[in-house]
């Protein structure tokens, strides 16, 4: 049974920099994709970025193309979210995920980290 867990997150300025953390419990090549979501007030859950795990391509959501990037260290077991020059819209709770599918949609993903407040100031 895979567990995500979370670390990272806070409060920024906009143009700043944070990292989000999501260590697993298990190889996470033993899941076809990870991702990370997040999910605005009142806004359905967002897919952002995600991994293929079998070679390392990535995708991320025209939003934040340029600013964000997914990482991963197998020796750790966890994968990265980079995001830079953040802005006030990115505002959110982020969530990493894994499955054996890769895409935008939440239900593509079986397995869910906690969760973590990103807030991006004016």
């Known amino acids: 049974q895979l567990q995500l867990v979370q670390s990272g997150g806070g409060l920024v300025h906009a143009g700043g920099s944070l990292t989000l953390s999501c260590a697993a419990s298990?190889?996470?090549?033993?899941?076809?994709?990870v991702a990370w979501f997040r999910r605005a007030p009142g806004k359905e859950r967002e897919g952002v970025s995600s991994?293929?795990?079998?070679?390392?391509?990535?995708f991320y959501v025209d939003s934040v193309k340029g600013r964000f990037a997914i990482s991963r260290d197998n020796a750790k077991k966890t994968v990265y979210l980079q995001m830079n020059s953040l802005r006030p819209e990115d505002t959110a709770v982020y969530y990493c995920?894994?499955?054996?599918?890769?895409?935008?949609?939440?239900?593509?993903?079986?397995?869910w980290g906690q969760g973590t407040q990103v807030t991006v100031s004016s």
């Open positions: 995920a894994a499955g054996q599918h890769l895409g935008w949609l939440d239900y593509e993903y079986d397995y």
């Open positions: 298990e190889s996470l090549s033993d899941y076809y994709g």
């Open positions: 991994m293929r795990n079998s070679d390392g391509a990535t």
